[in-house]
Structures are given as C-alpha cells and as structure tokens.
C-alpha cells in the first residue's frame, strides 16, 4: 500500500485502506451511520466485516471549523471507515490513525501535554 510522510511518520490513506481490504476480502462489507449531532460535531460509526468477523471505528468532524468544516460528515466518515480497517488490521503501521485522520489532528489543537510526533488514536 502507498503511504504519505506526516511530520517525519508514514501513514496509509483511508482510500489505500479501502483498496486492500477489497482484494484480500471479495465479500468485505463496509457501512456507516451517524451516531450522533452535537452542533458543531458530528460522529460517525463504521462497522467493517472483513473474513467474517466484524470491526467498528468511530470518528467525529466539526462543522465551520478549518477548510473542511463544510464536509465535516464526509471527513467524520472517510475516518471512521479508516479506524475500523485499521482495527481489521489493514494499513496499520505504527498506530490506528490514518493519513487522512493525521491531517484532521491540528496541532494547536492537542493539549501541550500530549502535542508529540508519537499520537497514536
């Protein structure tokens, strides 16, 4: 799979994910639902079944924040989808988080304690 450089750390993009887990499992299954609207936020829940056994990933976005506030359920989803591959075990390379789900995380926005290149959701 392809990976992209996020501050020194390879990560696999959600679409990578997606891709791999269509040819290693013909019969994949991939769907989601909105768990929850909490103006700003929205969360998302994604269940994989991949080989037979079932995954789940979770993710929030918030609306008007940043360049992708606009599409916030889309960037809640496409993460959420990334987080239950990676608990099925595909694309993981050094921690859940994709490439996708490392570009949502702002610095600024992690409390100074746990702003290190090491974040692993």
């Known amino acids: 799979m392809k990976t992209i450089n996020i501050k020194g750390k390879e990560y696999v993009t959600v679409?990578?994910?997606v891709k791999e887990a269509h040819n290693l499992d013909k019969e994949v299954s991939i769907t989601t639902e909105i768990v929850g609207e909490y103006s700003p936020r929205i969360t998302v829940k994604a269940t994989v079944i991949f080989k037979g056994r079932t995954f789940t990933g979770h993710s929030q976005a918030e609306y008007g924040k940043g360049l992708m506030g606009a599409v916030a359920l889309e960037v809640a989803e496409t993460s959420a989808i990334g987080r239950a591959l990676g608990f099925a075990?595909?694309?993981?390379?050094?921690?859940?988080?994709s490439?996708?789900?490392?570009?949502?995380?702002?610095?600024?926005?992690v409390p100074l304690a746990?702003?290190?290149?090491?974040i692993n959701f």
């Open 15 to 17: 679409v990578e994910r």
């Open 114 to 118: 746990e702003a290190d290149d090491d």
């Open 89 to 97: 075990n595909i694309g993981l390379l050094d921690g859940i988080a």
């Open 99 to 109: 490439a996708d789900e490392m570009r949502k995380v702002n610095a600024k926005d």
